[in-house]
């Protein structure tokens, strides 16, 4: 069965600085997603970044950055220079099996960026 | 782009009454609308994945007579709690797919039932 384990249920990080958020993930499956979402305190699931399986360099977009370690299925968040409105709840998410284009999601890591 | 609009956002309403919450996406055809539930400090839950103009696909143990999903168009989806009662007060969220690898979310709605 597919897993998506986040286990930081809290952070916090100083304003400016870089932050790794993780995510470790288990599946047989040789083709799968893994996803980024933002949700601030008010709900909305904000997308962040992807990664596929057989993509060979880690995603990329802007300040947020994916470290893909295939062989230890681990698919953590990279923050860089952590801005105040960055405070959220992070989850980690995975394409569920074959193509149902399902998620399944972390538990989440609750960010507090302190200035 | 990929904006995908949720109504309401908040709902009250009595124990045995129905609501109907909208999940439409605005500037893409979405041919997959996925619905969440999120207790607080939870994760989402999948409830159910819908595709234009087919039944529903409902995750185990949610009852689909209670969480009634139809997706009739291309940009629409709508999912009415039957019946409600307190028990059925969670955050609800729609996420909508054109098909490509990311889903899109709205901004969910959440739903109070006294």
């Known amino acids: 069965a597919q897993k998506i384990t986040q286990t930081q249920p809290g952070m916090f990080v100083q304003e400016k600085e870089a932050v790794t958020l993780d995510c470790t993930y288990d599946?047989?499956?040789?083709?799968?997603?893994l996803f980024w979402y933002k949700q601030p305190s008010s709900g909305e699931m904000i997308f962040l970044i992807y990664?596929?399986?057989?993509?060979?360099q880690n995603a990329t977009e802007g300040r947020y950055s994916l470290n893909f370690q295939k062989a230890r299925k681990s698919a953590n968040l990279v923050i860089s220079a952590s801005q105040l409105g960055d405070s959220a709840m992070y989850f980690c998410a995975m394409r569920g099996p074959g193509a149902t284009n399902k998620l399944i999601f972390g538990t989440g890591t609750l960010l507090a960026v302190q200035p | 782009g990929a904006v995908v609009s949720q109504h309401p956002s908040r709902v009250i309403c009595k124990s045995g009454t129905s609501v109907k919450i909208e999940c439409r996406s605005l500037?893409?055809?979405?041919?997959?609308m996925f619905w969440y539930r999120q207790f607080p400090k939870q994760s989402l839950m999948l409830m159910a994945t819908?595709?234009?103009?087919?039944?529903?696909?409902?995750e185990q143990g949610v009852e689909k007579d209670k969480f009634l999903i139809n997706h009739a168009s291309l940009t629409l989806s709508t999912l009415t709690v039957t019946s409600a009662h307190p028990e059925d007060s969670s955050f609800y969220i729609c996420?909508?797919?054109?098909?490509?690898?990311?889903?899109?979310f709205g901004p969910g709605t959440r739903l109070l039932v006294l």
């Open positions: 599946t047989s499956d040789p083709s799968y997603g």
């Open positions: 996420s909508a797919s054109s098909g490509e690898e990311t889903q899109y």
């Open positions: 500037d893409f055809q979405a041919t997959t």
């Open positions: 819908s595709n234009e103009g087919s039944k529903a696909t409902y």
């Open positions: 990664q596929g399986s057989y993509d060979q």
